[in-house]
């Protein structure tokens, strides 16, 4: 049984900074991309960053230049740095993986709780 299990998550002060961490586990097959989505109230699910197990990345316009995604395929596990935090970054953060054998699937993790301070 796959499961993704997120940390990191908390509290900081606008232009600090948090970084997240994802573990998949319970597949011998890798996972790619796997990926940061995050949801505000009242607002639809958006993607943050996602990285292949190549290491191509790609990340929201709104987090570029201040985000940085990264993974270590050994471990199976995707982290996000994010520095120069915004108010606006303020969300619940959902780490996503896609794996492509043996089946197409997607597995989300439970969501960890991001709070960026004025």
């Known amino acids: 049984q796959v499961q993704l299990v997120e940390s990191g998550g908390g509290l900081a002060q606008a232009g600090g900074s948090l970084r997240l961490s994802c573990a998949a586990s319970?597949?011998?097959?890798?996972?790619?991309?796997m990926g940061w989505y995050r949801q505000a109230p009242g607002k639809q699910r958006e993607l943050v960053a996602s990285i292949t197990s190549g290491g191509t990345t790609n990340y929201a316009d709104s987090v570029k230049g201040r985000f940085t995604i990264s993974r270590d395929n050994a471990k199976n596990t995707v982290y996000l740095q994010m520095n120069s935090l915004k108010p606006e970054d303020t969300a619940v953060y959902y780490c996503?993986?896609?794996?492509?054998?043996?089946?197409?699937?997607?597995?989300w993790g439970q969501g960890t709780q991001v709070t960026v301070s004025s």
């Open positions: 319970g597949s011998s097959f890798s996972f790619s991309p």
């Open positions: 996503n993986a896609e794996q492509r054998l043996p089946l197409l699937r997607y597995y």
